[in-house]
């Protein structure tokens, strides 16, 4: 455990398992109080993991962890995350980590209306609602850290013949929508620029076989496509104390622990054995 985050305020999107709540345990094991949210307060139908479990797992590092059980679909559910996260820290949020995310795979050619603005309720204009509401507090403060979570989806195939991967066209309408949330990064960071706030993504450079991931391409996956989650979670955590300078980059884990120089540490902050 360490004191890089210590007396900092931290929400944390989609963190009732995976990538969000192990990013949320490594920031409470770093000092920060932490506001957990997503739609599952207690046990999943089909997934393991529930903000009530990954509250109970950041309790042992003594800081404040509070959570809002809310859907993202939904604008006017969202619209009271930042409030009420910033109510029970007992101040502004200075960190927001938009994690969640919505992964529905299909082919475009008949995919539904429905799944489409699904994904992009929760992938697109979520993450973007959330800063927007954080903002007016950072901005005030002179600091601030937005961190949304891409994928290499978003990158397009070159072709014909296209190399779709493992995963095929199915990935497409997904990662259109992390390739709108990655423009959407880069415009909000011009935007604001200037002001302290910073506004990057990051997206692994492999697959992190969280609960849902591995639910979903675990079985298709070689262990050279299969990234740690101690490696993602160091990868976004330098983009959560960075420089004024480094914002809106669209970057890639493995890359930053490079860049920065970091060490991987486990999700407790300890050196790994």
Not at 108 to 128: D, S, W
Request: hydrophobic residues 45%; aromatic residues 4%.
């Amino acid at each position: 455990m360490g004191d890089r985050f210590r007396g900092r305020r931290a929400l944390v999107t989609g963190s009732s398992r995976g990538i969000g709540a192990a990013i949320a345990e490594r920031l409470a094991a770093e000092g920060a109080d932490v506001v957990l949210t997503a739609r599952t307060l207690e046990a999943h139908d089909h997934l393991a993991g529930s903000l009530t479990e990954t509250a109970e797992r950041l309790a042992q590092y003594g800081t404040r962890v509070a959570m809002v059980v809310a859907d993202l679909t939904d604008a006017s559910d969202r619209a009271r995350i930042v409030p009420e996260a910033a109510e029970a820290l007992g101040g502004p949020i200075e960190i927001l980590v938009n994690n969640a995310a919505a992964s529905i795979q299909a082919p475009l050619v008949g995919f539904p209306v429905k799944r489409r603005n699904i994904m992009f309720e929760v992938n697109v204009n979520a993450p973007l609602d959330l800063s927007l509401a954080a903002l007016p507090a950072m901005i005030e403060a002179g600091e601030g850290w937005i961190v949304n979570l891409s994928s290499g989806s978003a990158k397009h195939w070159d072709g014909p013949p296209f190399d779709v991967g493992p995963q095929g066209p199915r990935i497409a309408a997904y990662g259109a929508s992390k390739a709108a949330l990655n423009r959407i990064t880069n415009g909000l960071a011009a935007e604001v620029f200037g002001t302290g706030v910073r506004v990057n993504t990051v997206e692994p450079r492999a697959a992190v076989l969280s609960e849902g991931a591995a639910a979903l391409v675990g079985a298709t996956l070689r262990p050279d496509q299969i990234e740690p989650m101690e490696a993602m979670v160091e990868g976004t955590l330098v983009l959560c104390d960075c420089a004024p300078e480094v914002t809106g980059r669209i970057t890639v884990s493995l890359d930053n622990i490079v860049e920065w120089g970091v060490e991987v540490r486990g999700l407790d902050g300890e050196p790994l054995s």
